[in-house]
């Protein structure tokens, strides 16, 4: 095998040819360093290679490999993480000027998994700046770019980590879903991307946007790997309160079907009106045929105060946390810090001059709604139109198992081109956004290609814990249009 | 011009005594330790750190709040409370607002005498702050090059009581709070220190006329002890008054002690009220604490110090005094009961514990388990006094024997040299003699009636009882000084 063909394998391969000795984790991360090193000139999808570290560790693997130790399920693995996760020393900065030298002193619960697995985390992946936005553009360290065309975005927040698998640097990786990060990046870099159930995985060591609608995930290019590392990170966490302690089926089992006998799968009605790609509703329509075909019930369902009220709901749930949440980076502790007269000049300053933007758009919006003469008619009207999309969804689940919806109303932009009007960009989040709000489980995924050469993403939507009906329905898609692929630099446009 | 009267509510932060703190499994366990060195990245406020709630805090605060009879709220929810400051990790505080833990309780002091009902409005949880050190002269903020943080108080457990304006006179205010006291002590969920700062209180503080409105209120804080909360509160009553009296306005402001001049001095002004944007924090789910653990904790509550008080009274007779003393530390009291029953008689009991016992127990500042002498060597000895065989002068030398070597009743006796048999009869007689033939000018002034209290018979008593060690019967003494005479 050409060295090269390494980038493409998926985990669950690699892990099998470590087993079977055909090749060493070292070869593997080598390359997959050496892919990255020429890459990153023009992707930008990581913030912080780990060169030394994933050398080092391949090495330390080697040698169990070699003394015959019993392999955890993601041996070997290379893994992308968003650079909003912590990983003990390294440096964690979300995108941020604010954290540009903050070099985390523990890690996330979601990696002491993926190491306790085995895996080799080869990069910290760029974001939109603290995980708002939808391009990777409000990066304070450039833009990621798509790996499909590299004058499009490849999504966001978690662009980078889409794009990192998309391109190869590695078969799986981490990102986190507030209102579509995971899921709308898949999407665009065609790539599969699960945002489990609110409580599913642990946030702790996630450095929280919202945390009411946060949630850590996976990226991967086949369905097999999505459920081997969902397993891995989906480990109960007492240092998440808000983590539950049910026990986890093994996910894997939901892939053995090619029948969807007494499945019901559900769409939206009238989806074909709404303004979206054509060929987005093409790959909709295709995909309900596929469910049929396997023998699935199709069902129409109608989520009128999702659709309508979602995002305004979003937009004012999300802001109010992230407000609160990003108090802490006051200057005082650690993180951008200007040296200042007073104490309340230092927090001005810093904070003035450590975030970018849209942050600060969101910051301003969150604390106005949160003033205690404004709680009752922003934040509280919206806690109760999210109860509204909360019912919605419950009578949406007593019809079917599954809905398929549009994953994002248009294929990747084009770099640039939604920055300047904030609220066109937050349109791209309109179809994922509601789910974060009802705390479900929904994978995105690529169900075709554009007769321009781009990915066309649609979105399966579990109920509450439902990640193996997901996993049911897309594993019967998988078998037809296939994995996703590798936007290796050949195959670029 | 009629009287105004003090109108008082206090806002009382109890640091909880668990032994992690409120959202992590940092010890609280921090004073005098280095800067800094208890903490975590949950209580350093550390992106990505998330809080979980500690589920003994919860207890202790249920404990306290079924102890002063308040409605336990079974759903309650923690919120954010926003404010930027160095000592607040993550520029918002976790605490709870409008459902707070408990509700609606009270607390009895005792004013000169009168039972009076303090309402208490709410008890909530929350975590402490950290602490900042300026580096100027005497530590204060003013004119400080720069300013040191310790986060190792950070997210301590706070337990906060808010009465309603109850309190009627600074007197009644330091009752209530040596009442509160008393009681995080009995219930074991604080060291109710104030000087260390266990027990903090501020005050708000308004003045009106008989019948007519409330003033504007005043906060008073930094009263590091009973004493000064007293002394601030008759201040700032007798500073209102003057500003009333001067036809002027009173201003709704914070002010602090200042325990050196004995003055309020103004903080800050109160007119707006900041804006904290307290909203439900997302982190902690709403916590449910069940009917059967309220139920649970209910039952496991010790007996209340009011309640040893009364069962002192009525069972074992003693006076309201005697009984406030014995029973104002839980350890104590078990000590007295513990006592009595193996054997010592009330009065015996309840003197030496007043005396000797509390002596030790504060010079050494131990409590009464710490006591190396066991109860039952304790009881022997009382029951050696109460039957005579002892004189209270030979068994307070015994006791410190006791205490000093770790001996029992008999061995102390012994390494006094005090002969365990008892003097009397001819051989006591023969001493009685001696003594009064010494005394002769003292045994004639008695016969010419001249000792009409009884002291000289005393004295000669007194006399006797040293001559004999204190191994006479100061009754037997007494009735053959009288024959002698």
């Not at chain 1, 302690?245 to 090619?258: C, D, I, S």
Request: proline share 5%; net charge negative; with cysteine.
């Amino acid at each position: 095998m050409k060295n090269s063909e390494f980038l493409k394998l998926s985990a669950l391969e690699l892990v099998e040819g470590y087993k079977k000795g055909d090749f060493t984790v070292s070869d593997v991360i080598e390359t997959a360093l050496e892919h990255i090193e020429v890459n990153e000139r023009n992707l930008n999808a990581l913030i912080t290679p780990l060169y030394e570290e994933a050398r080092s560790r391949s090495w330390m693997l080697d040698a169990a490999l070699a003394r015959g130790e019993e392999l955890g399920s993601l041996f070997g693995v290379p893994v992308v993480v968003k650079d909003n996760i912590t990983v003990d020393g390294v440096r964690t900065t979300c995108g941020s000027r604010m954290l540009e030298n903050w070099i985390s002193p523990y890690s996330a619960h979601v990696v002491e998994c993926l190491e306790r697995a085995g895996a080799v985390i080869i990069g910290k992946a760029n974001m939109d700046e603290f995980a708002m936005g939808s391009s990777t553009e409000f990066s304070a360290f450039g833009p990621a770019l798509n790996p499909w065309d590299l004058s499009r975005v490849p999504g966001g927040s978690s662009g980078g980590s889409a794009a990192s698998v998309a391109a190869g640097y590695a078969p799986i990786a981490l990102g986190s879903d507030t209102g579509g990060s995971i899921r709308q990046p898949a999407a665009f870099c065609g790539v599969y991307g699960l945002k489990p159930t609110y409580g599913l995985v642990s946030r702790f060591g996630l450095i929280a946007f919202a945390s009411s609608l946060d949630q850590i995930g996976p990226f991967a290019r086949s369905l097999k790997d999505v459920a081997a590392i969902l397993q891995v990170i989906s480990e109960p966490d007492a240092r998440d309160a808000t983590c539950t302690r049910k026990e986890r089926p093994n996910y894997a089992e939901f892939l053995n079907v090619t029948s969807l006998e007494g499945f019901k799968v559900g769409y939206l009605a009238g989806y074909e009106s709404l303004e979206i790609d054509d060929e987005i509703k093409r790959a909709i329509s295709q995909t309900i045929e596929i469910c049929k075909e396997a023998g699935a019930e199709i069902v129409e369902v109608d989520l009128p105060i999702s659709t309508r009220y979602g995002l305004p709901c979003y937009y004012t749930i999300a802001p109010a946390e992230a407000s609160s949440n990003l108090a802490r980076f006051d200057g005082v502790q650690y993180g951008f810090s200007v040296v200042a007269d007073d104490l309340k000049e230092l927090y001005l300053k810093s904070r003035g001059s450590g975030f970018g933007p849209e942050v600060k758009r969101r910051i301003l919006i969150g604390t106005f709604v949160l003033g205690s003469s404004r709680y009752d008619a922003y934040y509280l009207q919206a806690q109760k139109v999210r109860q509204l999309i909360i019912r919605e969804f419950n009578a949406a689940f007593s019809k079917a198992d599954v809905l398929i919806t549009p994953a994002t109303p248009t294929l990747p932009f084009k770099r640039g081109e939604k920055l300047t009007d904030p609220v066109k960009a937050y349109m791209a989040d309109l179809f994922t956004i509601p789910v974060n709000l009802a705390g479900l489980p929904a994978l995105s995924m690529r169900a075709s290609m554009s007769q321009s050469g781009l990915p066309v993403g649609v979105q399966l939507i579990g109920k509450k814990f439902g990640e193996g009906d997901i996993l049911k329905a897309a594993s019967v898609i998988e078998q037809v249009v296939g994995p996703a692929a590798t936007a290796l630099g050949g195959d670029r446009k | 011009m009629s009287e105004f009267i003090p109108v008082i509510g206090l806002e009382i932060h109890v640091q909880l005594s668990t032994k992690s703190k409120m959202f992590c499994s940092c010890s609280t366990d921090y004073i005098g330790a280095r800067p800094n060195s208890h903490v975590c990245p949950i209580c350093l406020g550390l992106p990505g750190s998330l809080p979980v709630i500690n589920e003994r805090a919860i207890m202790y605060a249920v404990r306290m709040a079924l102890a002063m009879r308040c409605k336990v709220n079974t759903h309650t929810v923690f919120h954010r409370k926003h404010y930027f400051y160095p000592d607040l990790p993550k520029a918002y505080q976790i605490s709870q607002y409008d459902l707070p833990l408990a509700v609606d309780g009270h607390l009895e002091v005792n004013d000169d005498g009168k039972a009076h009902k303090i309402r208490i409005q709410r008890l909530h949880l929350e975590e402490d702050a950290g602490k900042l050190v300026h580096a100027a002269i005497g530590g204060r903020l003013m004119g400080a090059d720069y300013s040191l943080v310790d986060y190792n108080r950070s997210g301590v457990p706070l337990m906060e009581i808010v009465t309603q304006p109850d309190i009627t006179s600074p007197k009644q205010a330091r009752e209530f709070v040596s009442r509160l006291r008393q009681l995080v002590r009995y219930l074991g969920v604080s060291d109710g220190d104030m000087e260390s700062g266990s027990l903090r209180v501020d005050a708000n503080i308004s003045i009106m006329e008989p019948g007519g409105k409330w003033g504007e209120k005043v906060e008073v804080k930094n009263m590091n002890s009973l004493k000064a909360l007293e002394r601030a509160l008759e201040y700032e009553y007798e500073r209102q008054k003057e500003v009333k009296s001067k036809g002027e306005t009173i201003v709704r402001e914070t002010r602090h002690w200042d325990d050196d001049s004995g003055k309020t001095i103004s903080s800050r002004s109160k007119e707006e009220a900041e804006d904290y944007r307290y909203f439900p924090d997302p982190d902690l789910p709403p916590l449910v604490v069940d009917e059967r653990t309220i139920v649970q904790l209910c039952k496991e509550l010790p007996e209340l110090p009011w309640e040893v008080r009364d069962r002192f009274i009525s069972d074992y007779g003693l006076s309201l005094e005697e009984a406030e003393v014995l029973t104002e530390r839980r350890d104590v009291a078990l000590l007295m009961d513990d006592l009595v029953k193996r054997g010592s008689p009330v009065k015996v009991a309840s003197n030496w514990i007043r005396t000797e016992i509390m002596r030790v127990l504060n010079e050494r500042a131990i409590s009464a388990e710490e006591l190396t002498i066991p109860p039952d060597e304790m009881a022997l000895l009382l029951s050696r006094v109460d039957r005579g065989e002892l004189s209270t002068t030979a068994a307070k030398e015994v006791f410190a024997m006791m205490l000093e070597k770790s001996l029992n009743v008999d061995d102390a006796i012994k390494a006094l040299g005090l002969s365990t048999g008892k003097l009397t009869g001819s051989d006591l007689e023969a001493i009685v003699v001696k003594v009064l033939a010494e005394n002769a000018e003292v045994v004639e002034e008695i016969r010419a009636g001249k000792d009409k209290k009884g002291k000289k018979v005393k004295f000669l008593q007194g006399i006797v009882m040293r001559e004999t060690k204190g191994q006479a019967d100061p009754k037997e003494v007494q009735s053959l000084i009288m024959s002698k005479i």
